[in-house]
């Protein structure tokens, strides 16, 4: 049962920027104060890695190293959004990426406490 939506994927080149956003996809789905929102990403034939994560009650952010200093994740309380601004974008960050719910948000970087995800929006970056 997908239950977060993602867009904003997109073909660019090395140095271009794409803006995700991920919602819930239904009226019911709830995200809650404890809960952490986040980006995950899966290259082909790599893991699924942590990109990004936003803590809702405190708006705490944690970044992969390879993506800080040019990924910006940000959240909307007001419509249960959850924002990647990707900057500076390389090769390397080519792959699928995820938004998904944590629902303790003291185990933010592990992908198996996820409890809900999104369907994935491609992002392909060619130099």
């Known amino acids: 049962q997908v239950q977060l939506v993602e867009s904003g994927g997109d073909s660019v080149q090395t140095g271009d920027s794409l803006t995700l956003v991920c919602t819930p996809s239904e009226r019911t789905f709830v995200i809650y104060a404890n809960d952490i929102m986040a980006w995950f990403r899966q290259a082909p034939g790599k893991e699924r890695e942590f990109v990004a994560g936003?803590?809702?009650?405190?708006?705490?952010?944690y970044y992969a190293d390879s993506v800080k200093g040019r990924f910006t994740i940000s959240r909307d309380a007001a419509r249960d959004a959850v924002i990647l601004q990707m900057n500076s974008l390389k090769p390397e960050d080519t792959a699928v990426y995820y938004c998904?719910?944590?629902?303790?948000?003291?185990?933010?970087?592990?992908?198996?406490?996820?409890?809900?995800w999104g369907q994935g929006t491609q992002v392909t970056v060619s130099s």
């Open positions: 936003v803590t809702w009650r405190n708006n705490k952010k």
């Open positions: 998904a719910r944590n629902p303790d948000s003291y185990s933010r970087y592990d992908a198996s406490k996820y409890n809900a």
